[in-house]
């Protein structure tokens, strides 16, 4: 069953090589996935899933030791999913950030896997994939990688839309309260249009917490560069 829960931003931004000149504009950030992470290594899991959306590429389990890589944002770095094995493919995005977050925190309670999902699956599919991973071992965490709309300014990246601010503040709500049907509850056609690639990943941690009766604590909000971040730890 689900013992605990993080869930984190999956910018690239968020690992300071990249955002380079830009790196404490982060550092809140970075400081609450540390926090948060702390809560899942207490937890004592026997087993760690990262999970966050990939495109179509990238989808499905990658196991320990899988790689990542920054190249493609300017960055001469690669990060490993922990120890193991490399495996052929490399992780999207979101989980190499998760990656990195582990690394920083010299992650080493329990193995860890990672799942890419796709960013348009459909609520009831996230929510029977959350439940099997739970079911996977007697504890398992999440550590849930994904950001909100990307339409909060003029300048963010789907430009301003004057309905993001209410979902991110209804997704907010839901992280820091651990309110499974909240999060079950966010729409998915909405989502899309605002582009929250953290929709998909959430509800995930929404069905693997049915019936786990875990607490929630928002360690962090706020939207820099015009898309919702969110921290927050469940336990």
Known sequence: ?????????????????????AAAELGDARTACS??????????????????????????????????????FGVEADVHLGEGEEGPRLLPPSLAVGAWLLRRARWGAAP?????????LDTGRCLETGRELAAREARVALLVMGDGSACRTLKAPGYLDERAAAFDAAAG??????????LA?????????LLAAGR?????????AEGAGLDGRLLYEDAPYGVGYFVAAWS
């Open 1 to 21: 069953m689900l013992v605990a829960a993080a869930v984190c931003p999956a910018p690239p931004l968020l690992v300071p090589e990249v955002a380079a000149g």
């Open 35 to 72: 926090d948060a992470l702390a809560v899942l290594a207490a937890s004592r899991p026997d087993l760690l899933v990262v999970v966050g959306a990939a495109d179509r590429d990238h989808l499905g389990s990658y196991p320990q030791g899988a790689r990542g890589s920054f190249r493609g």
């Open 112 to 120: 860890v896997e990672g799942l890419g999902v796709a960013q348009p």
């Open 173 to 182: 709500r839901a992280l820091g309260a651990a309110d499974v049907a909240a």
């Open 185 to 193: 509850a966010l729409d998915a056609e909405l989502a899309a249009e």
């Open 200 to 208: 998909a990943p959430w509800q995930v941690l929404a069905g693997a």
